[in-house]
């Protein structure tokens, strides 16, 4: 059976995810929500369809939902959908994605939470190492049983808790828009003018001049730009400032860098 899944992806979670199952799901073609979201009409045909993504302000990050709401699916696959998180189960990001899909005649058979590590710095410090390395032990037991479940057409539902407060939140976040990357700031006396911080933005709401980063207000607040500056010359706020970067280990830098069409 022919499987294509896409992910969404800032700091190696995702992608690190959707790679992992395509390891163990036979005939599986990985594709960038972001990469996708540039062409015109973007389609898929195949039998099995999933999505990886992380979970932002308890619902769907705004590119994913972009996204979903402009693919074009043939026929009736059997789709999936595994959410990367910190905290799993609070929110509400597989009852918005079906929100979207069911105008498609499209419904979510299999929901999956994934714990691993959240990048959310300005909330708090990264896990310690221990931390970490448990949650990855924990998660690879469970994508296998994730992609167990996927090969065999199994449908799998999920806890979604606390939805209405969860949706509020997220609505006022998303009304927010434009002032997130108000708090993005540069320490330009550390910054080597490298640009991975325009590269990696999902959005291009980042433009390098004379070297330096300046955010156009259209974040989605993914926090890329933060986790992959070399010498930590981004910060939230002053918040962020002496907290820990991440980025998942088995990720390269490259790996997670957009082609810049400026």
């Not at 979207?100 to 990048?119: D, H």
């Not at 330096?212 to 930590?232: A, F, K, R, S, T």
Request: proline share 5%; glycine share 4%; hydrophobic share 35%.
């Amino acid at each position: 059976m022919s499987t294509v899944i896409y992910y969404f992806s800032s700091t190696g979670n995702s992608l690190y995810v959707a790679r992992e199952l395509q390891k163990i799901i036979p005939d599986t073609e990985l594709r960038s929500i972001v990469d996708a979201l540039h062409e015109n009409t973007p389609t898929v045909n195949a039998e099995r369809i999933g999505f990886v993504f992380p979970m932002h302000y308890f619902g769907l990050p705004m590119q994913v939902e972009r996204f979903l709401e402009k693919l074009t699916i043939m026929e009736s696959p059997y789709i999936f959908a595994v959410v990367t998180c910190g905290v799993p189960y609070w929110g509400r990001p597989f009852i918005d994605m079906e929100k979207i899909l069911s105008t498609k005649n499209c419904r979510v058979c299999g929901k999956w939470y994934l714990r691993l590590v959240s990048n959310y710095i300005p909330y708090r410090d990264i896990a310690a190492d221990w931390r970490i390395s448990v949650r990855a032990w924990l998660a690879k037991r469970k994508i296998k049983k994730i992609a167990e479940a996927v090969n065999n057409i199994d449908n799998h539902d999920t806890w979604q808790i606390l939805r209405k407060i969860c949706a509020d939140y997220h609505e006022r976040w998303k009304e927010s828009q434009s002032q997130i990357d108000d708090n993005f700031q540069c320490n330009k006396e550390k910054c080597t003018a490298c640009r991975l911080c325009e590269r990696i933005c999902p959005q291009e709401n980042i433009t390098c001049q004379d070297g330096y980063p300046i955010w156009h207000h259209d974040c989605v607040e993914c926090l890329g730009c933060l986790h992959i500056c070399p010498v930590q010359a981004i910060d939230y706020g002053e918040i962020t400032k002496g907290r820990k970067r991440y980025r998942h280990k088995s990720v390269k830098p490259v790996d997670l860098l957009h082609t810049l069409r400026n």
